[in-house]
């Protein structure tokens, strides 16, 4: 039971840092923990495997906090996460735009001809 309770725990700083990082738009900082990420959940769900359903009733308590700590945790990493998808995507359309390119989702191929902006000229001097 103390595994569990020290994996969640792990899981929980990890998540708590990579919480920061997206709240702060510190991209960069997201890098190192993806293999942290990885190893945590892992180490976690193969704790909770080894526990089992043998659940001892003096753990209630601590797991259910545990429980309640990582559910908070999650719901604010999934929250923080689509945020910075939707900013990544309105950075790419913004930059998209002023290259002209048009909408960078539109097709994998190389970006169609220009045609050349309508010109005219007047004969009067």
Not at 55 to 60: D, E, G, Q, R
Not at 73 to 94: D, F, H, I, K
């Amino acid at each position: 039971m103390n595994d569990l309770i020290a994996a969640g725990g792990v899981l929980a700083r990890v998540l708590e840092r990579e919480n920061a990082a997206l709240a702060g738009m510190t991209f960069g900082e997201l890098g190192p923990l993806v293999t942290e990420k990885a190893e945590a959940v892992a180490g976690f769900t193969s704790a909770q495997e080894a526990v089992g359903r043998a659940v001892p009733p003096a753990s209630h308590a601590q797991l259910a906090a545990l429980h309640e700590k990582l559910t908070g945790l999650m719901t604010e990493n999934r929250r923080l996460l689509a945020r910075g998808l939707a900013t990544q995507s309105e950075l790419v359309e913004v930059i998209a735009r002023l290259l002209g390119e048009g909408d960078p989702l539109a097709s994998y191929g190389p970006p169609a001809p220009r045609r050349p902006a309508p010109l005219a000229v007047s004969a009067r001097a």
